[in-house]
């Protein structure tokens, strides 16, 4: 049996393996406009250099890491640095409308979120109207602050031409967190 071929983690999203630094995250679910799919795969690449990847994301994270015992030696808080990350997820709908009908071995991946609602337990009529339309993907976006997520949320809006009328996507939904204030900072869920 020959030995697998080591994981290169400069080709794996940055919050598969070592999570994004974030201060603040917000996902837009969107669809990919019909007719528009060879057009939104053109734009994927002016995209994909926004993309963190893990060895990105590990680096930040040992840049914190350092940071914070640099500062605590010397007595001071260490400052929060501006910084952006991103990545993107695809639902079997949205690759199939890219054109890819791989099976990946998944059935409730292909199944998709709504026809998988019965086997979680929920009912379909708590759930938000926007999360029962066709979502083809999800963008992440993690932040430090408000004003940079904002920022780098325009730049992926530019690229697709969100809102225009030669836009390759369209925005379903958008949800948006932070840390939690004080003693409960890092005890998010």
Do not use: Y
Request: proline fraction near 3%; avoid cysteine; charge should be neutral.
């Amino acid at each position: 049996m020959a030995t697998p071929s080591p994981l290169d983690i400069n080709n794996v999203q940055g919050d598969i393996l070592e999570g994004l630094g974030k201060k603040q995250q917000s996902f837009l679910f969107f669809r990919i406009k019909s007719g528009q799919a060879s057009r939104f795969r053109e734009d994927l690449r002016s995209f994909v250099p926004l993309v963190t990847n893990t060895t990105e994301a590990k680096k930040f994270h040992h840049t914190i890491k350092e940071g914070k015992k640099e500062a605590a030696k010397q007595g001071k808080p260490f400052p929060l640095i501006d910084h952006s990350s991103v990545n993107i997820g695809f639902s079997q709908k949205g690759l199939n409308a890219l054109g890819f009908s791989d099976d990946i071995g998944d059935a409730t991946f292909k199944r998709g979120m709504v026809d998988d609602a019965g086997d979680l337990g929920d009912d379909l009529a708590d759930w938000d109207a926007n999360f029962k339309k066709e979502i083809h993907g999800i963008f992440t976006v993690t932040a430090n602050n408000g004003i940079i997520l904002e920022r780098t949320f325009d730049h992926i809006k530019r690229i697709f031409r969100a809102g225009g009328k030669d836009a390759t996507i369209e925005q379903v939904a958008r949800l948006s967190g932070k840390t939690r204030p004080g003693a409960e900072n890092g005890h998010e869920q």
